[in-house]
C-alpha cells in the first residue's frame, strides 16, 4: 500500500506515521462534515515525537499508576488522541479498572468520528475513552488539571518511594492552545506550578497564532514566553513544528530540568500541508472539503482518493516504539514492585486500594458524634473535626482551600500533616492561594491520579469553580467541594457574599451529590457518604454559624442522610397534617416551628433533606413514606433561591426562601427581614391549614 514501503528508512516511517494521523484527522472531519482538522495536521509530529519517542505508557495497560500522563488541553484537535490511541492499538478497561479485551479506539470508530456511539467523540471524555487521561475541550481546563496531576505525582512519589524503589516517577505533559494560555484558568494554574516548581511537568504551546475570529494580533500580543519565565518556568522554543529531532531534544530537556516546570513554545501553522487553508483560521473549525483533503493528500506525498488509510508499517512503528518502550517499562516497574511489595507490604497495599480507589479498613474509626446542645456547632467547624480524623485515617486524604482555610476550617492541625510545598512535597495541606478555578481543576487532576482530594472556598465562590465541579461530575470523579458560608451566615459581608442561586444550580448538575448537612451530626454522616462515593464529586455545603446540635434521642438518628431526606420529627401517633422540609441552617428553624405547631394542636412533621440527589435515588416507596403524596399542605424552608422547591411542596405548598439577593447586616435582622425565623414558618403552615 505504501509508496515504495519495502525501502522506507526510518525517517520515512516516521514521516508516514505523521501523515497517517493527519490524513486520519482530515478523513474523519471531513466524513463527520465538523470538527477541528487544521490543528491536528500542525501537530502530528509532535504528537508521535511525544508518543513514540518519549511516552512511558503501556498501551496494553492504559492504567498502569506510573505511566506518563498526557493531556489535550485544546480539547477540540480531539482527532490527534483517537489517532494515536488507536494506531497504538491501545486496550479498553472498565470503571472497575478490568482490561475488556478489545482496543479503546477502532479504525470504525475513528470513521464514526463525532457519532452517537463511537469511542471518537468530539472532545476528548475521561470516562467514555480509556487513554483519556482527563475530560477536555472547555480551554485552560487540560492544563490546569496536568497541574494537579504533577502534584500528586510529587506527593505519591514523597510517600510511597524508597531507596531503589521510584515506584512514582512518572511526567505529565500537555499540549494548550491559544485559548488554553489566553484562560484566566491557564494563567492560574501557571503561577502555582511555577511557584511550586512542578518539574515533572511539561506544557507545550502550539503557537500557531490563529484562533477562531483570526490571527491572535487581534487579542492576544503579550510574549507567552516572557509571562513564563515571570512565573518561574523553564522556557523553551522549537520554530519549526515539523522538527521532531528538534521536539525531541526540547522533550529531552524538559525531563533534564530540574525545580521548575517546562513551557515549550513551538511555532506551527494550523492546516499545515494544506495549499488554500494553510496559516487560516477556517483550518481551525471546519473540513476542509472534497478538493482540498485530496490538494492536502498530495502535498503530502499520500494517495489521493484513500481514505482512513494507515499504511503497512505504520502499527509496527508504533508497536516497536511506545509499544515496546511501554511494556518493557510497565514490566520492570511491575517487577520491582513485587519486590517493594515483599519488603514494604502496606505500602504497597494501600497503593493497590488507592488504584481501586477503596478505602483502607478503619477509614470511619473515631469520627465524631456530637451530644445535643441548643448553642450548638458551626457546619464548618464539624467539618474540621472530621477532616482531621478521616485525614489521620486515610493517608491518601489531602486537600486545601483557596486561601480561606482557616476560615472554612480545612486547615489540618495534627501533628505531622505538613504544608504541601515545593521542599515538602509529603504536605497534607495544599495551599492553592486565591485561584478557585485552578483550584477545582487540580483537585480533579489529584483524583484523576487516584488521591481523594477536597477543596475549600465560600458558597459563593462555587461561582468560580462551577466549570471544574461540572467537569468531575462529567469524569465521575469523586473529587470533594467543600464549601463555607453557605447562605446569610455571614451577614455583614452583604449580598456579594451571600448565595442565593447556587444551591439550585449545582443540584442541576447530573451526577453531582450536593449536601447541605443540618447540624453537626449530619456533617459527620455526609462525609461517611461522601467518602464512599468512588465515581461521583460531591458538593459540601457547610454553616459559618453555630447551628443547634438536635437531640438524636428526640428526633430521628442523622444517619437518616444517607436517604438523602429522612422524617426528622412527627407528631406522636397521628399522621402529619403538614410537612415542613428544610435543609442546613433551616432545619432547627422548621424543628421550632414543629414544636409551637404541635403545641397549638397541629399535627406537623419535619423532614430533613440534606440532598435532593441522593433522595432522588431512593425507591419511590421510600420517597412516599417521607413524602406522602396525600399530604398537600407542605413548606419548604431554605435559605436560597425558592427555584425548584416546587417539586417537593407541589403546587398547593410554599417555599420560604430567596427571590432576590440579600443585604448587609447582622444575621438576626437578615433572618427577620427575609422570614427565616420559626414565628414565620408556624404562621405560613396555619395559613396552609386554613387556621390562620
Ligand atoms: C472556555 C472555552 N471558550 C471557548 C471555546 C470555544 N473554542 C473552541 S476552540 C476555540 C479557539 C481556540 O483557539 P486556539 O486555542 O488557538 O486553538 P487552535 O485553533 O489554534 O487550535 C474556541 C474559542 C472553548 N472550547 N472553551
Ligand atoms: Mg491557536
Not at 470513521?111 to 472532545?123: E, I, N
Not at 491557564?186 to 511557584?195: D, P, Y
Not at 444575621?667 to 414565628?679: A, D, N, S
Request: aromatic share 8%.
Amino acid at each position: 500500500m505504501t509508496p515504495a514501503a519495502a525501502t522506507v528508512t526510518s525517517t520515512d516511517i516516521d514521516q508516514l506515521c505523521i501523515n497517517t494521523i493527519r490524513t486520519l484527522s482530515m478523513d474523519a472531519v471531513q466524513q463527520a462534515k465538523s470538527g477541528h482538522p487544521g490543528t491536528p495536521m500542525a501537530l502530528a509530529p509532535l504528537v508521535y515525537t511525544i508518543w513514540n519517542r518519549i511516552m512511558r505508557f503501556d498501551p496494553q495497560d492504559p492504567i498502569w499508576p506510573n505511566r506518563d500522563r498526557f493531556v489535550l488541553s485544546n480539547g477540540h484537535a480531539s482527532m490527534l488522541l483517537w489517532s494515536v490511541l488507536h494506531l497504538t492499538r491501545t486496550q479498553a478497561v472498565n470503571a472497575e479498572y478490568e482490561r475488556v479485551g478489545h482496543p479503546s479506539v477502532t479504525l470504525d470508530d475513528i470513521r464514526r468520528f463525532r457519532q452517537l456511539g463511537s469511542k471518537a467523540p468530539g472532545h476528548p471524555e475521561y470516562h467514555l475513552v480509556s487513554g483519556v487521561e482527563a475530560t477536555t475541550g472547555p480551554l485552560g481546563q487540560g492544563i490546569a488539571t496536568s497541574v494537579g496531576m504533577a502534584i500528586a505525582e510529587k506527593w505519591l512519589a514523597n510517600r510511597y518511594n524508597r531507596p531503589g524503589f521510584p515506584v512514582f516517577d512518572y511526567r505529565v505533559y500537555a499540549i494548550a492552545g491559544d485559548g488554553c494560555l489566553m484562560e484566566g484558568i491557564g494563567s492560574e494554574a501557571a503561577s502555582i506550578a511555577g511557584h511550586l516548581g512542578l518539574d515533572n511537568l511539561c506544557w507545550v504551546y502550539d503557537n500557531n497564532r490563529i484562533t477562531i475570529e483570526g490571527h491572535t494580533n487581534i487579542t492576544f500580543s503579550e510574549d507567552v514566553a516572557m509571562r513564563f519565565l515571570a512565573y518561574g518556568w523553564h522556557v523553551l522554543r522549537v520554530s519549526d513544528a515539523n522538527d521532531t529531532e528538534r521536539i525531541e531534544h526540547a522533550l529531552n530537556r524538559a525531563h533534564s530540568n530540574t525545580g521548575s516546570p517546562t513551557l515549550i513554545v513551538l511555532d506551527s501553522h494550523i492546516g499545515y500541508g494544506s495549499p488554500h487553508k494553510h496559516d487560516t483560521p477556517e483550518a481551525h473549525g471546519e473540513p476542509l472539503g472534497e478538493e482540498e483533503v485530496r490538494l492536502t493528500k498530495r502535498a503530502y506525498g499520500w494517495p489521493e482518493d484513500a481514505k482512513f488509510l494507515v499504511p503497512d508499517g505504520v502499527y509496527q512503528r508504533f508497536a516497536e516504539g511506545i509499544g515496546k518502550r511501554g511494556a518493557d517499562s510497565n514490566g520492570e516497574w511491575t517487577q520491582l514492585f513485587e519486590v517493594y511489595r515483599a519488603q514494604y507490604p502496606e505500602l504497597a497495599a494501600e497503593i493497590d486500594q488507592m488504584q481501586r480507589r477503596e478505602l483502607p479498613s478503619g477509614w470511619d474509626r473515631n469520627l465524631p458524634v456530637f451530644p445535643a446542645d441548643q448553642k450548638g456547632m458551626a457546619g464548618r467547624d464539624a467539618s474540621g473535626k472530621v477532616l482531621n480524623v478521616l485525614a489521620q485515617n486515610i493517608p491518601w486524604f489531602l486537600g486545601g482551600s483557596a486561601d480561606l482555610g482557616p476560615s472554612n476550617r480545612t486547615l489540618l492541625t495534627y501533628e505531622g500533616a505538613g504544608d504541601f510545598e515545593a521542599n515538602s512535597p509529603g504536605g497534607k495541606n495544599l495551599h492553592f492561594g486565591i485561584r478557585e478555578h485552578s483550584m477545582g481543576a487540580i483537585l480533579n487532576g489529584l483524583s484523576l491520579s487516584k488521591l481523594r482530594p477536597y477543596g475549600g472556598t465560600f458558597f459563593i465562590f462555587s461561582d468560580y469553580e462551577r466549570p471544574v465541579i461540572r467537569l468531575s461530575a462529567m469524569m465521575e470523579l469523586p473529587t470533594l467541594f467543600v464549601f463555607t458560608h453557605d447562605a446569610m451566615g455571614d451577614g455583614e459581608d452583604g449580598p456579594t457574599h451571600q448565595p442565593v442561586e447556587h444551591l439550585a444550580s449545582l443540584r442541576a448538575i447530573p451526577g453531582l451529590v450536593t449536601l447541605r448537612p443540618g447540624d453537626a451530626n449530619e456533617v459527620v454522616e455526609a462525609y461517611r457518604y461522601i467518602m464512599q462515593l468512588r465515581h461521583q464529586p460531591a458538593v459540601l455545603v457547610l454553616s459559618r454559624q453555630p447551628l443547634p446540635t438536635l437531640d438524636r434521642t428526640k428526633y430521628a438518628p442523622a444517619a437518616g442522610l444517607a436517604r438523602g431526606a429522612y422524617v426528622l420529627a412527627d407528631a406522636p401517633g397521628v399522621s402529619p397534617e403538614v410537612i415542613l422540609i428544610a435543609t442546613g441552617s433551616e432545619v432547627s428553624v422548621a424543628v421550632d416551628a414543629h414544636e409551637e405547631l404541635l403545641a397549638a394542636g397541629i399535627a406537623s412533621r419535619v423532614v430533613s433533606m440534606p440532598s435532593w440527589d441522593i433522595f432522588e435515588h431512593q425507591t419511590q416507596e421510600y420517597r412516599d413514606s417521607v413524602l406522602p403524596p396525600n399530604i398537600a399542605a407542605r413548606v419548604a424552608i431554605e435559605e436560597a433561591s425558592t427555584f425548584g422547591w416546587e417539586r417537593y411542596t407541589g403546587v398547593k405548598g410554599r417555599v420560604i426562601g430567596m427571590t432576590t439577593f440579600g443585604a448587609s447586616a447582622p444575621l438576626k435582622e437578615l433572618q427577620r427581614k427575609f422570614g427565616f425565623e420559626p414565628e414565620r414558618v408556624t404562621a405560613v403552615a396555619k395559613q396552609l391549614l386554613g387556621r390562620g
